[in-house]
């Protein structure tokens, strides 16, 4: 009897535990247990194909209702133009933006700061480092004083206002402006108040520090945020977004300038070629693409021009080299001077510049000369094409009478000053319409002596 009492004990508990858990399953809302996170990398220069690519990532997540988005940001700046776009989006996207400066050693300098202040959530991997963000000159070109205090002036206020609105150290991010002031993890994290929020190993880290925590968003408004076992989704670029960043890099913009002018100089030295000028059209169309989004110093392009006409005129003017080192050194001189920037991963590398302008120079040399040579080769056509070609007598050649000759292939009416017997070999030395005029041709004697036929 009491064994069955504590069967039927147990059974009513199960029953009653069994029923509370399917009303608990019941009553969680969709998706709540594995809330969505979008985790995108941003290793590339601020220009406006990463901005389309972060607007883009921070709209998805919207329609998407994500309870997060990390940026792993590495970047050595870019434009400001493109900076303020993503700034804006950011700023009105209803899900909160984490920017992350990682792995260890990265870097978040220029634009990449503004968009760390800007974000609801900044974060830094150890060993990392943000700030220098003072602007420069967008053409390459050197500012006046006064040009270079207004667009400072300009940035630190737009710095100044995120800050405050970020509840971020002011003082500092002023700095970061008007003195290219950068920031170790340790300071960025030590300040009072903070520039950056925290401090993580990596973004599955991040999401560990930020599960539960209140974030203030730009409007005023709270945002808790839940992150308890969350679906962290990678986001990247698209084929076509990944072809336009790597072309916006300064080596591969310079080698495409490089190839384009080959290409177009080749086209121009054999019209007819096609294929020269089609790929220097397009690599040319490319290069422009990138180079005004690179702070390009348009006197480099314009000796880069200069030192492969200097190339090609050494064919034509006997200088005895001097027009050959010009075009050496205003094609190295040029390459050195084409990406204005004090920033090492906006400049052309002095390892790439070497070879491809000794490349160019000997390219350019070799066909000048192939050119040349191929305007002073006799004519292989028409009547200056026949004379002096050696053919073989058909038929007897007397003076004053018609005979027969084979000559290109081809049987040709001949007349000849001389006798000449069948089988004679012949050298035409002219034309008259389809009759050709020729004359005895010498042939070695088996003694050493010539002897005609």
């Known amino acids: 009897m009491r064994s069955l009492i504590v069967r039927l004990l147990a059974g009513v508990l199960l029953c009653a535990g069994a029923t509370a858990l399917l009303a608990q399953e019941e009553s969680r ?31 998805r997540a919207d329609e998407e209702g994500a309870a997060l988005v990390v940026f792993t940001l590495r970047t050595p700046g870019g434009l400001v133009d493109s900076t303020r776009e993503i700034v804006t989006a950011m700023l009105g996207a209803r899900t909160p933006v984490a920017m992350f400066v990682g792995p260890s050693g990265a870097r978040a300098a220029s634009a990449g700061f503004i968009l760390v202040v800007a974000a609801d959530i900044a974060a830094m991997a150890s060993g990392t480092h943000i700030g220098a963000a003072h602007p420069v000159s967008g053409d390459g070109q050197s500012m006046d004083e006064v040009t270079s205090q207004k667009a400072a002036s300009d940035i630190a206020a737009y710095v100044r206002t995120l800050a405050t609105n970020r509840n971020r150290n002011v003082a500092l991010a002023e700095e970061a402006v ?142 005895f080299g001097l027009l050959t080192v010009g075009g050496l050194i205003s094609l190295v001189l040029g390459s050195m001077m084409l990406i204005d920037s004090p920033l090492p991963e906006l400049q052309v590398s002095l390892r790439l510049i070497v070879p491809v302008t000794l490349s160019l120079a000997a390219i350019s040399v070799f066909l000048a000369r192939l050119a040349v040579q191929a305007q002073r080769r006799p004519a292989s056509t028409g009547d200056s094409g026949m004379v002096n070609s050696v053919g073989e007598a058909l038929t007897p050649l007397e003076p004053g009478r018609e005979g027969q000759i084979r000559t290109h292939g081809e049987i040709w009416r001949a007349t000849s000053g001389e006798s000449i017997a069948p089988g004679g070999r012949v050298r035409v030395t002219g034309v008259n319409g389809l009759v050709l005029t020729v004359r005895a041709e010498a042939v070695p004697h088996p003694g050493g002596e010539l002897h005609r036929e």
Do not use: K
């Not at 709540?32 to 921070?58: C, G, K, Q, R, Y």
């Open 29 to 59: 809302p969709s998706g709540a247990a594995a809330p969505l996170v979008l985790s995108a990398e941003v290793d590339s220069i601020i220009h406006p194909v990463s901005a389309e690519f972060m607007i883009a990532t921070m709209a």
């Open 178 to 319: 008007n003195e290219s002031r950068a920031f170790t993890d340790e300071e960025a994290v030590s300040a009072d108040p903070p520039l950056v929020d925290l401090r993580a190993a990596d973004v599955p880290d991040l999401l560990r520090q930020l599960d539960g925590r209140t974030v203030a968003r730009f409007d005023g408004s709270m945002s808790v945020l839940h992150l308890t076992g969350a679906r962290v989704v990678p986001v990247e670029m698209n084929l076509r977004q990944r072809i336009l960043s790597a072309i916006a890099n300064p080596n591969v913009a310079y080698i495409l300038l490089s190839l384009g002018t080959l290409g177009l100089t080749i086209e121009l030295w054999s019209p007819g070629a096609i294929l020269p000028g089609v790929v220097g059209g397009l690599s040319l169309l490319l290069a422009f693409f990138a180079l005004q989004i690179l702070p390009v110093n348009y006197v480099g392009v314009l000796l880069i021009m200069f030192g492969l006409i200097l190339l090609v005129l050494e064919v034509w003017v006997a200088s």
